[in-house]
């Protein structure tokens, strides 16, 4: 929370008005995928990936820099700082499908595959060598 606070803010005072939040650890993001949300949030205040168990991708986002700046600061004062927190029931925010919308564009959704262990990164290997 802090990190994108801190993200928001900068961008905030640099005059943007949307930026797309991504997670340091998920080093195989399909351009394609970034461009459908780019394309997707036209119209929208926020634009976020949604599995169809409700699970939300708050790391793979785009979201509006001045709302989100002050929803994080909030969320920083009160001590909550669960990612999904950044978003706000006044925004028009557009849930783009998973399964349905991105997997045809990513069809092993590895845009969406954290590293942080060896077992993640063999898990990227047995992936890569099926392809």
């Known amino acids: ?23 340091c650890d ?15 949030s036209k119209e929208f205040d926020c634009c976020i990936p949604k599995w169809d168990n409700g699970f939300l991708e708050p790391l793979f986002a785009i979201y509006p820099i001045k709302e ?33 919308t991105i997997k045809p564009l990513d069809d092993n959704l590895v845009s969406f595959i954290n590293i942080n262990t060896q ?4 898990k990227l290997e047995k992936i890569s060598q099926n392809k």
């Not at 929370?1 to 997670?23: D, H, I, Q, T």
């Not at 998920?26 to 997707?40: G, H, R």
């Not at 920083?76 to 557009?94: G, Q």
């Open 1 to 23: 929370m802090l990190g994108l606070y801190s993200a928001f803010k900068e961008l905030n005072l640099l005059g943007y008005r949307k930026v797309f939040a991504l997670s």
């Open 26 to 40: 998920i080093p195989l993001i399909k351009k394609e995928v970034v461009k459908l949300l780019i394309n997707e």
């Open 68 to 100: 989100a700046c002050l929803k994080a600061e909030e969320n920083l004062k009160r001590k909550t700082y669960k990612l999904t927190n950044l978003l706000d029931k006044s925004w028009k925010i557009h849930y783009v499908s998973i399964e349905q």
């Open 119 to 122: 077992k993640d990164f063999k």
